[in-house]
């Protein structure tokens, strides 16, 4: 499993191997060898790639919490990636990828700023797909911020079915993908001095779903002075998608897709660590309603018992009694976040199909059938359909309604919310921007579905697969500044874009917010409201505030 390649040859702590310069790094578990890349603009990279942070969760540690590494004696070669086991939602089967074993980070660092003697303040990133999908390689590179002198961090966690499962007790208390992520910051706060880096300016960032555990940090005892700062883009722990509903019952019906008794949740355990990891995977798309895409998140983090939960309560009143870790934090949206999974819906022909069983799909697809009641739930049905929708027939001539319908849903109304809270429970400095620059770049969907896709600002930070080797002049004029605001920010732990002055979010009625609209157009703005926020307060789902405020 560790790559144990080549014996020890040298006892120094940090060392540039004579002849084929390949760097060797001491660390209190044993010596990692890594390897030279570059980055976007050239500049030699030292990288070491697949770096154990725990042990393999196999066997009898399936759906355990993380557990330490022990020493390693020869010297471990980290120049692989790797993937953690997932159900890809290609077409209408799907298809699984990746291993189990694959509790990996990767380092990458500017080569003249590679030193034992090093403090360079450290960015981690955690890479989104919906809590079910995703890793590094695919979404997390390293080749733009490793132009500017940090070193950056990314991870792979656990995901989907085996790193959210749960049956609500302390068998199987579920969120094993955020506690893999507690143990890589771990790893970090213990051993990244090795490195050159300093555990004590380390700078969480993520996006999507790794946007919303950035929040869930804030959110954990658990995660209590493992990092110093965040920047989440596109989520937060309060959006529809970000917390699982029902989690026990799942189990019981994975239980039964896999030929599982569930007399207990013991019983349940037992049978699933005989089986293959890539049959428990498979299982997945039968928890989808339409498409490999409704609903965001089968599995997802859970609401936990017990003294060491990573989320001891629920997201919204942890924020509302003030139980956060007291750090700097930045959150954003793209305009037409929408866009996904809009974008999927017509990829897949299934406009019509949507239009069609609008009263059946759209309630998972919005994500309150586990939310609303029986009877409330056809009324609240037609009434999103009417006040978005004018009771239209769904096509491509009305695509940008149905665009902002999920923009509302899945991601703005309740960023809103996540930001206004935080920025109330917390002493440090709340910022917020709103990205509204189309990126040249390829889009992932089809041309009908054109705008401000959700991840278009991040595609801006961290290199995602399918981005180009070279970026359009007014592209790359707009991926400097982020890149210097996200130098500053975690330096310094000081927001700023380009020259404008950014006021933190307040109490006030109003929100602040830093609008982007091009590298040449970025300026403060307050809203009292960024979307149809009050339509969405009004309808008599049992969520977030409705749950605590009753």
Request: aromatic share 14%; with cysteine.
């Amino acid at each position: 499993m560790l790559r144990l390649l080549i014996p020890l040859i040298c006892s120094a702590i940090f060392v540039l191997v004579a002849g084929d310069e390949y760097p060797v790094v001491t660390t209190p578990l044993g010596d990692i060898k890594g390897h030279l890349t570059k980055s976007y603009q050239g500049r030699t990279v030292v990288a070491f790639e697949g770096v154990p942070y725990a042990q393999p969760p196999l066997g009898k540690l399936r759906f355990k919490e993380p557990q330490p590494l022990d020493p390693w004696s020869d010297v471990l070669l980290a120049n692989d990636t790797y993937v953690c086991l997932q159900f890809i939602p290609m077409g209408m089967s799907g298809t699984n990828i990746g291993t189990e074993d694959c509790l990996y980070l990767y380092i990458y660092i500017p080569e003249e700023k590679f030193s034992p003697d090093g403090n360079l303040d450290v960015i981690v990133h955690i890479h989104g797909g919906a809590f079910m999908l995703g890793a590094p390689k695919f979404l997390g590179g390293y080749q733009y911020i490793t132009d500017r002198d940090v070193i950056f961090v990314s991870f792979n966690y656990r995901l989907g079915i085996f790193g959210f499962l749960s049956t609500e007790d302390e068998i199987i208390p579920g969120n094993y993908g955020l506690k893999d992520q507690v143990m890589a910051l771990k790893w970090i706060q213990s051993n990244i001095k090795y490195f050159g880096g300093n555990p004590n300016s380390v700078t969480l960032t993520g996006l999507s779903a790794g946007a919303a555990s950035v929040q869930y940090h804030y959110l954990s005892p658990l995660s209590k002075g493992l990092f110093h700062r965040g920047f989440s883009q596109s989520g937060t722990a309060l959006n529809m998608w970000a917390l699982t509903e029902e989690p026990s019952l799942k189990a019981r019906k994975l239980g039964a897709f896999l030929n599982c008794s569930y007399e207990s949740s013991q019983d349940l355990l037992d049978c699933l660590v005989t089986k293959g990891g890539p049959e428990i995977m498979q299982a997945l798309k039968n928890f989808f309603e339409f498409i490999n895409a409704v609903p965001f998140t089968p599995f997802g983090p859970v609401i936990e018992k017990g003294p060491d939960a990573f989320l001891p309560d629920h997201p919204y009143s942890l924020l509302k009694k003030g139980q956060i870790n007291d750090y700097p934090w930045v959150c954003s949206n793209t305009k037409n976040e929408g866009i996904y999974p809009v974008g999927f819906f017509v990829l897949y022909r299934k406009l019509s199909e949507l239009d069609e069983k609008w009263n059946d799909i759209a309630p998972f697809a919005l994500d309150y059938f586990h939310t609303t009641s029986d009877e409330n739930r056809s009324d609240i049905t037609k009434e999103i359909r009417s006040q978005y929708l004018n009771n239209e027939e769904l096509n491509l001539e009305n695509i940008d309604k149905l665009i902002d319908l999920f923009s509302d849903r899945a991601f703005l109304v309740d960023a809103e919310t996540a930001v206004r809270l935080h920025a109330k429970a917390s002493k440090s400095p709340v910022y917020y921007y709103f990205f509204e620059y189309k990126v040249g770049l390829k889009s992932f969907f089809p041309k009908e579905v054109s705008g401000v896709a959700h991840s278009d600002d991040g595609r801006l930070f961290v290199h995602i697969l399918g981005n180009p080797l070279v970026f359009e002049e007014s592209d790359e004029k707009m991926k400097n500044l982020f890149m210097d605001f996200i130098y500053e920010f975690a330096t310094t732990g000081i927001a700023k874009f380009d020259t404008e002055e950014w006021i933190p979010v307040n109490d006030d009625e109003m929100i602040n917010y830093m609008q982007i609209l091009s590298p040449d157009i970025v300026q403060m703005n307050k809203l009292r409201r960024l979307t149809s926020k009050t339509f969405w307060d009004d309808l008599p789902i049992i969520e977030n505030g409705r749950l605590y405020n009753n």
